[in-house]
């Protein structure tokens, strides 16, 4: 019995500190959003860290609830799972839409005239990758 | 694979993605079955044929790795956000691609995504470049090489191509 | 001490999403204002389930799917009406 508590114990540990960190990147996350100097830095914020603190969060709701009921807790992983292979597209749709709006982007940055020929390079309502045959 | 079972795999997945979220009972693998059995006979017509993959225990090594990539790129992208903005040399990379079958670009275009401080955002117009913005870009040729050793070397050898 | 972390994380994350707020406010264009609200829903996200957790209920994750799954809908339809002008071809 008493090895079950310290497991139990354990888990609360684990699930706090999983917890902590995931709040602690969702947080860096959005100060990035909010801070960085122009909207192609501000991308790669919630990209990256948002989805390390998602994966954290979900991975200690499922720890606790796996515990808790003494079974493989499923959902989270679904989300999770989600989550990372809908962050990237969205973020290359966004990313896509900037650079045909030409977005200006902050002194400094290296290679710019190469985004500018990307832009040039198709009009907006042309065919693109993603465009099936519709 | 026939009329009534185009796609074996995907009928398969939607099953037990199916039991997952909603618990295994009897009930629920009958309808679980209907519905892998008649969403690919749906959505056959619209889906166009991909590579196929070659080797799948080299595709789960990648996957770990990746999972592995994330987690360190999201510590040094932190890093980045959390020093002053002038610290910060944000650059455009064109990535020159070596393969063109579009599920593995398309793979590749989400990895670097998801790792180390770049976002893919366009394909040239013949699909033969990929335009990506780097978060600290330092030393373009090196970037470059260390994308194709880890990413996409093992993906033309998990598609084959 | 559970009880107070998840408390002291929803704090955080509450933080995180006024500084969304604050960025889809400002602006200043269009692409940044749904990459704020990206960034709202996916920290919606994590405030549902830590609500979740803090009532001890599984039933909060069938919302928590559904608004990732919407989140990401919305997000590609507004970037490919801003690239297109329309959304369904």
Redo the contacts between chains.
Sequence with gaps: MTSLNNLLAYT?HL??GL??F??????????????????????????????????S??L??LV??SV??GSL???????SI????????????????????S?P??D?????E??ER?SE??G??DE??E??S? | MGRLLPMPWHSLMLLVVWLLLNGVSYGQLLLGTILGLLIPIMTYPYVRGHAPIQKPFSLVVYGLRLVWDIVVANLDVARRILLPNRFLKPGWLVYPLSMSEPFPVTILASSISLTPGTVSVEFSEDRSCLYIHVLHLTDEDELIAFIRRRYEQPLKEIFGC | MLNTVILISSGMVGLAMLLCLWRLLKGPDITDRILALDTLYINSIALIILLGLYHGSAMYFEGALLIAMLGFVSTSAVAKYLLRGDIIE
């Design positions: 609360d699930v706090a917890l902590l995931g709040a602690f990147f969702m947080l860096i996350g959005s100060w990035g959003l909010a801070k960085l100097p122009d909207f192609f830095t501000r991308l790669h914020a919630p990209t990256k860290a948002s989805t390390l603190g998602m994966g969060t979900l200690a709701s606790w609830f808790q009921e807790h499923i959902h989270e992983l679904v989300i989600f989550l990372f292979l809908t962050a990237p597209v969205s973020a290359y749709m966004m990313g896509k839409a900037a650079i045909h709006r977005r982007m902050v400094g940055t290296r290679n710019a190469q985004a990307a390079r198709r907006l309502k693109g990758p465009s099936k519709s």
